[in-house]
């Protein structure tokens, strides 16, 4: 597959150019995403969703995180980024359907397998209130582990520091039938490979063991949700 390129930005957001992915978390240039949390309703309670991300992930991997989320490419504008809904879940919907809830400015850092990133982001986000069970989603084998869901009141108690862990359901991509766990893409069309998913199961889970995009990015988010229309 051809290597990403991002467009990149100084600290006053005006673009500077182009550069690969590997470089811009190795250096730390600043670059735009696209974050979606989907919601359902159930009855009178509404619940997130929300995903692992998998162990070969380059940044925070086999952390919980956003329901989908990616960086937009070089030249890629901000409606064209809800492809991420269906590379990721398998859901298909225009953009023109999800609710703006924030832009956030993040600066993140860490190390994965002895190589050290730099994250800066400009996070455009977004909400999607869809009716549909867990079990309905594909996950994307080469991003997603798992997907979660869990009421809002219980996530934003968790964030809010009112509760220290909460019990989530959830699915994992079945790849029981995958002949390469290493290669999770299809060398002969090349495209990536989604899966069905596994019987639900329960996890216990806390903040901590989410992708530090900060307290109040949280809060202000998962706030923000309730007043996604209804689907």
Known sequence: MTPERFDIYDDQQNWIGTELRSVVHAKGYWHRSFHCWIVRDEGEQRLVLFQRRRE??????????????????????????????EEELGVRTPFEKLTYLLTAKQQLQGEVRGVPFIDRELSSVYGLCLNQPLEAYTLQASEVDSLFEVPLDELLALFRGETDVIHAAGVQADQSEMSDQIDLVNQTNGKLISLPVRPRHICQIRASEFVPHGTAYYIDVLEALYHVPKD
């Open 56 to 85: 070969i992930k380059d940044t925070f991997p086999g952390c919980y995180d956003i329901t989908a989320a990616g960086h937009l490419t070089a030249g890629e504008q901000l409606h064209e980024a809800s492809r991420e809904l």
